[in-house]
C-alpha cells in the first residue's frame, strides 16, 4: 500500500511523472492525515478528570476516526487502481468502426469507476468532518487548534477529490450519469462548507 511507505517515498512518488498516485491519491491521503489529527484530540482527551463525562463518547469517536483513516489509506490505492483502466483504455486502437465503438464502450466505464472512487473519498472525508466537529465541541481545549489543522485538512480533501470527479464526468457520453454524479459532488462539497464554517468558527473562538 502506499501509504505503508515512509512519507518521504510517497512524496517522492507523487513527485514523479508517474500517473500514480495523483489528486485523487493524495487527497485521500490528506484526508487520512485529518482523521489522524482527530484521533490525536481524542487522546489528548480520554483520561483527563476534566473530560470524564464525555470519555465514553470521545473512545467512540476515536474508533470510529480510527476506520476512517484505514478506509482512506485504503481509497489512497483504490484511486490509483481505478486510473489503471483508464490510462489503458486511452491507448486501445480506433482505426475501425469497430475499434472505436469498442474503444468507446471501454473508455466511458473506465471514466465512471475513475470518477466513482473519489466520490467514495468525499464521503468517507465528510464522516471525518461530522467527528472533528463534536470534538471541536467536546475535545481538549489544549488540542482544539488541531481539531482546526484537521478540519483545514478535510476540506482541502473534499474538494482536491471533487476535481478528480469533475475531469472525468466532463469526458462521459452518458451525460444522465455524469449530471447525476455531479450532482452529488455539488452537494457534498456545499455540506463541507457548511461544517467547515461552523466548526472553524468554534475553533476560533476557543483560541483567540
Request: aromatic share 4%; hydrophobic share 45%.
Amino acid at each position: 500500500m502506499m501509504l505503508e511507505k515512509r512519507t518521504t517515498d510517497f512524496l517522492e512518488e507523487l513527485s514523479s511523472g508517474a500517473a500514480v498516485p495523483g489528486g485523487g491519491g493524495a487527497s485521500a491521503a490528506v484526508g487520512a492525515f485529518a482523521a489522524a489529527l482527530g484521533m490525536m484530540v481524542t487522546n489528548l482527551t480520554i483520561g483527563k478528570k476534566k473530560y470524564a463525562d464525555v470519555e465514553g463518547e470521545i473512545k467512540k469517536i476515536r474508533d470510529k476516526l480510527a476506520s476512517l483513516r484505514d478506509e482512506l489509506v485504503i481509497l489512497t490505492d483504490r484511486d490509483a487502481a481505478a486510473f489503471e483502466p483508464l490510462s489503458k483504455a486511452y491507448g486501445l486502437p480506433k482505426e475501425t468502426e469497430e475499434q472505436k465503438e469498442a474503444k468507446e464502450r471501454i473508455m466511458e466505464q473506465a471514466l465512471y469507476t475513475a470518477g466513482k472512487v473519489p466520490m467514495q473519498i468525499m464521503e468517507t472525508v465528510l464522516k471525518v468532518m461530522d467527528q472533528l466537529r463534536t470534538l471541536g465541541e467536546k475535545g481538549s481545549r489544549l488540542a482544539v487548534s488541531d481539531v482546526g489543522v484537521g478540519l483545514l485538512f478535510a476540506q482541502a480533501a473534499l474538494e482536491g477529490a471533487s476535481l478528480n470527479v469533475f475531469i472525468n464526468t466532463k469526458m462521459m457520453k452518458n451525460r444522465e450519469r455524469a449530471d447525476e454524479m455531479n450532482a452529488r459532488t455539488e452537494e457534498m462539497i456545499a455540506q463541507g462548507h457548511r461544517l467547515k464554517e461552523e466548526i472553524y468558527a468554534g475553533v476560533l473562538e476557543k483560541i483567540k
